[in-house]
């Protein structure tokens, strides 16, 4: 089964080898790596070829072949790979579950892409999945995710104070997240109100 979904101003698609070479550009040889300032930037990206970048995503790949839920998809606008959206697992025993974007190409920040990705991406989780709740981990820093976040119905529900160093000054680290119910009140079908 292929995955595309279609919204308004991005498709999220499945993977596909091809695209590899391209994150891998984003990640490890493009001018434009602002990208890395904001997602993670406390983790330090490892050395990698391009050979063992490929081979990292081996699962990934073969997944897409399946009836299987995906982990990560391709967030597209005219043709063009502009960044993905992903999972893991927080506690698989308690279905919870931490979803993330990420929109390498700064061209398309601050335009809707990410938001309407973000928003697609969090639906496809819920309706594919058993999960009782989606979150994210991020910065303090990262004003403009935690913005996402609450855009599409999350809130903030830890703090951890100064647990994060980006160039050299400390943060918090944030939980947001959305339960399941809050996610289908969110998607109710408007009612109209007829007047007596």
Request: glycine share 8%; net charge negative; charged share 30%.
């Amino acid at each position: 089964m292929t995955i595309h979904i279609a919204g308004e101003k991005v498709i999220l698609r499945d993977l596909t080898l091809d695209d590899l070479s391209d994150i891998y550009y984003w990640k490890y040889e493009a001018d434009d790596r602002e990208h890395l300032k904001w997602n993670g930037p406390y983790y330090t990206l490892p050395e990698l070829t391009k050979e063992e970048f490929i081979e990292g995503f081996q699962k990934a790949l073969e997944i897409t072949a399946t009836d299987q839920p995906r982990q990560i998809l391709i967030i597209e606008t005219d043709d063009k790979l502009i960044g993905t959206v992903n999972w893991y697992w927080e506690d698989e025993v308690t279905n919870w579950l931490s979803n993330g974007i990420v929109i390498f190409d700064s061209n398309y920040w601050s335009g809707g892409y990410g938001t309407e990705a973000f928003k697609l991406w969090t639906d496809y989780i819920f309706e594919q999945m058993d999960v009782v709740r989606v979150g994210i981990s991020t910065w303090s820093g990262n004003i403009r995710m935690m913005k996402l976040a609450r855009k599409i119905g999350m809130i903030e529900e830890g703090r951890i104070r100064k647990a994060r160093i980006v160039d050299g000054e400390y943060y918090d680290s944030i939980k947001m997240g959305i339960l399941r119910e809050e996610w289908e009140q969110l998607h109710l079908p408007s009612r109209e109100i007829t007047p007596w």
